[in-house]
């Protein structure tokens, strides 16, 4: 991909998409082209079409999705499963029409089976029921991964199609009801220190594990994928090591200076028990991550913790 390529990032107001637009910058490409939801509604199917042919990018980032954590997954299910297959049937078929030349679709590890065997495999996806707090979202993505696939089969078009796992970093979602785990407990953790509080309570048992990827991370492999990866299959995009809830917890309270009891309220939903990514097909291509969790999560406080304080 040339410095002066037209690369359209979808989705560049959110976590992900703001990530990849810093890093495009960074590395000295031409400003990327980009639409706010005001501009430009991606369920629109004319609205994309037309801006497609008008600005005709070589290059697409599809990071626009509507994206919750596990209760907002599980309260508004028509909305995830409607606003994401429309967003991404949209963008890919339009992409291809207007002549891009690659797509980078982003997927996401809740594709996979809710028991699918440690560390996740690409070619696990499609052996086993889903996880149903997230089956709708879920569902969705895997029609994006298959639009993507038959789309280069029957077409030839480049569309590629990266498995993220758990992202956090700067420019995340702290509302306490729609938000993901690791955002929701730095708001926690921050609040109740400042308030003086002596609990602080963390959805579920606090034995699921999850893995993180600083967002930074992610947004360096999907420039890394765009530039050297053309194939059909599937890449995970993880750090290869995961943890559990409770000791995401302790930590997170642990930088927030917390000196109280954490309790877990267990009417809430636990959710998949684990979603460790195998990362070896990625590795093998010649990335990893770089950024050590605690010291991710150090900086997102801060940065949080300073947004948190001003609204
Ligand atoms: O990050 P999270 O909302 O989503 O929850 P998933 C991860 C785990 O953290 C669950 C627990 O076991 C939650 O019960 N948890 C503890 C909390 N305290 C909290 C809290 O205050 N807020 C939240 N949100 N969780 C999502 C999917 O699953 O992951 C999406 O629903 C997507 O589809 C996303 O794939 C990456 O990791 O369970």
């Known amino acids: 991909?040339?410095?002066?390529?037209?690369?359209?990032?979808?989705?560049?107001?959110?976590?992900?998409?703001?990530?990849?637009?810093?890093?495009?910058?960074?590395?000295?490409?031409?400003?990327?082209?980009?639409?706010?939801?005001?501009?430009?509604?991606?369920?629109?199917?004319?609205?994309?079409?037309?801006?497609?042919?008008?600005?005709?990018?070589?290059?697409?980032?599809?990071?626009?999705?509507?994206?919750?954590?596990?209760?907002?997954?599980?309260?508004y299910p028509?909305?995830?499963?409607?606003?994401?297959?429309?967003?991404?049937?949209?963008?890919?078929?339009?992409?291809?029409?207007?002549?891009?030349?690659?797509?980078?679709?982003?997927?996401?590890?809740?594709?996979?089976?809710?028991?699918?065997?440690?560390?996740?495999?690409?070619?696990?996806?499609?052996?086993g029921p889903l996880e149903p707090t997230n089956q709708w979202y879920a569902i969705a993505k895997i029609a994006g991964i298959k639009m993507c696939q038959a789309y280069r089969q029957q077409y030839g078009f480049n569309a590629i199609c990266t498995q993220p796992t758990n992202v956090f970093g700067p420019g995340d979602n702290y509302d306490p009801e729609t938000s993901h785990v690791l955002a929701a407990l730095i708001r926690k953790f921050h609040e109740a220190v400042r308030r003086g509080d002596e609990t602080v309570t963390v959805w579920g048992t606090g034995?699921?594990?999850?893995?993180?990827?600083?967002?930074?991370?992610?947004?360096?492999?999907?420039?890394?994928?765009?530039?050297?990866y053309d194939e059909p299959d599937i890449i995970n995009i993880g750090t290869g090591k995961d943890i559990s809830i409770a000791d995401l917890a302790a930590m997170i309270g642990e930088i927030a200076g917390f000196k109280g009891a954490i309790v877990y309220d267990s009417d809430k939903p636990d959710g998949t028990p684990r979603k460790l990514l195998d990362v070896g097909r990625l590795r093998a291509l010649g990335w990893?991550?770089?950024?050590?969790?605690k010291a991710g999560i150090a900086r997102t406080y801060e940065e949080a913790a300073a947004l948190l304080d001003d609204g």
Not at 288 to 293: D, F, K, N
Request: negative net charge.
């Open 78 to 127: 028509a909305d995830f499963i409607r606003d994401n297959l429309a967003i991404q049937t949209n963008v890919i078929d339009a992409a291809w029409r207007s002549g891009a030349e690659k797509l980078l679709f982003l997927g996401s590890s809740c594709i996979y089976p809710r028991d699918a065997a440690q560390p996740i495999r690409e070619d696990y996806l499609l052996t």
């Open 207 to 228: 034995r699921p594990q999850r893995e993180f990827i600083h967002v930074d991370d992610l947004a360096d492999a999907c420039l890394f994928l765009m530039r050297a």
């Open 1 to 75: 991909m040339d410095k002066d390529a037209r690369i359209y990032v979808a989705g560049h107001r959110g976590m992900v998409g703001q990530a990849i637009v810093r890093l495009l910058e960074a590395e000295g490409f031409a400003a990327p082209i980009i639409r706010t939801h005001g501009e430009l509604d991606l369920t629109d199917q004319a609205a994309v079409r037309a801006f497609f042919e008008a600005e005709r990018p070589s290059h697409v980032f599809l990071a626009a999705a509507k994206v919750g954590g596990i209760l907002a997954n599980d309260s």
């Open 288 to 293: 990893q991550a770089r950024i050590p969790l």
